[in-house]
């Protein structure tokens, strides 16, 4: 028996493209992978127009970049046509030379493009129902657009050169029992997910890219708030690697409580605050991963958390380095390579802390420095089984009702006892997740005049019973928690003579 033949076994096409439907695009993310396309000949205006008419409805992107010919246009249709191992120009957003035709064939049957150089011009087309009706399982790449369709790949107004990519037969968006509110509704999930993806294309610098959707501009949206006075960013960290340097950049975003509504709203991004954390990983200026933290963290991977829902971190790798990162043909994953690995984890840890700290202090700023630290009123005592949360006994006012209970102290240690070992711990975090919302303390929405009540007969009983000077005890009162929160109530605290006696006022 001899092994020294070949056999060509070429795919047969309909299969092929039927399986190729299947990597998961949503529409968001088709339509970004047709505007990379636009990106890397040169556009700088794209519009996206999505057509209702039931099921015979249809979307188009149209640009103004370089245009193709005829034979540049049959390479572009073509599956696989370039090798990902082939160096590519550093504009270029591409990597596998499928995303045009996996991209469109996760959203419909038929795609047509047209393309037009200042020279000459060429319109092809992948039909699926066509491919299926082959009997010889063949690759027909059809000339020209379906009759019926030449308004929709006739642009008016378009450029001297350009490219049109129109998709029909949108069985993957139009569904049985799909309307019209539906399709609106999509479009609004696209205009989030453009704004997203190619927010650093559209923030009005020297290159700008206009996208639009049925003629209406996009606006970026910036997933790190970073022109707002309450985000925290940390220094740039540039970390070498063997495809050129990857450069970092952490965010720390305002809490809730220094934020408008429109701005808490706006922030929270197409998937809202919990899922956005994480990564955001670009590619030249165009976001490849948005919210995710990449397989990382010591001993587990972490995972999207409450507690860091306010931690975003800005990672750009070259293009030359998809291979070494595990970017994939719809570009959602990618894997930091060992040799960057640690320098990673190292920052992400600190953002996740950071963010961690001002989630649980509501958005007030962390002390550093020479400050001394404020006296928190519960402690939390970590041992091998867990963690237990108790009254802090030394706060100012605990230590006052303690020292003056006499036969009633222990009466109130039971009392505490009891509050300590009650925390409602399961229903505060379960209220935290399912409203996405801390509980309010530190006097949170009381008036004024409610806080003054409080620390008045504390600011009382450390003047006249601790014989503490007026200014001491106020200095003692904004290192203490809640009223740390509100310094302007303590500094107004007038002096007092240490005499006065219990009954004295302020």
Known sequence: MSYSGRR??????????????????????????????SISAGARHVDVVFGWAGHDSWVSVLDDGSGMGDADLESAMRLGDRNPLHVRAESDLGRFGLGLKTASFSQCRRL???SWTHTESSCLRWDLDALAAEADGGWDLLEGCTPGSESRITAPDRKPTGTLVLWEVLDRVVTRGTTKQDFLDLI???????????????????????????GTPISPWDPFLSTHPATWASPIVRLSSAHGPIVLQGYVLPHKDKLDSKQFELAAG???????QGFYVYRNRRLLLA????????????????????????????????????IDIRK????PPVSVREGVVRLAEDIRERARRVFAHRG??????????????????????????RVYRAHPAVR??????????TSIEAMLRVLEETIPVQRIWLDTVEKSETPRTGFADQPPAEVQKVLEVLYRNMVNRKGMSPDRARKQLLQTEPFNLHPELVNALPDMAADQGENGTC
């Open 364 to 389: 007030q700023p962390i002390r550093r420095g020479q400050n001394e630290p404020v006296a928190q009123a519960w402690q939390a005592d970590h041992f091998p089984g867990g963690v237990r949360y």
């Open 332 to 335: 959602s994953t990618a894997r």
């Open 400 to 409: 006052a009702v303690m020292e003056e209970a006499g036969a009633l102290g």
């Open 112 to 114: 047509t493009v047209a």
């Open 188 to 214: 609004d999930r696209v205009e989030r997910h453009l704004a997203m993806v190619f927010h650093r294309y559209l923030d009005g610098s020297a290159e700008r890219l206009q996208i639009t959707i049925n």
């Open 270 to 276: 197409p998937d809202g605050w919990t899922a956005q």
């Open 291 to 326: 919210g995710s933290w990449l397989g990382l963290g010591r001993g587990r991977p972490w995972t999207k958390e409450e507690p860091y829902r306010l931690a975003r971190i800005c990672l750009d790798i070259p293009n030359s380095a998809d291979a070494e990162w595990k």
């Open 8 to 37: 060509r076994v070429p795919p047969r096409a309909s299969a092929m493209i039927e399986a190729l439907r299947g990597l998961g695009y949503t529409t968001g993310t088709a339509l970004a992978d047709i505007i990379d396309n």
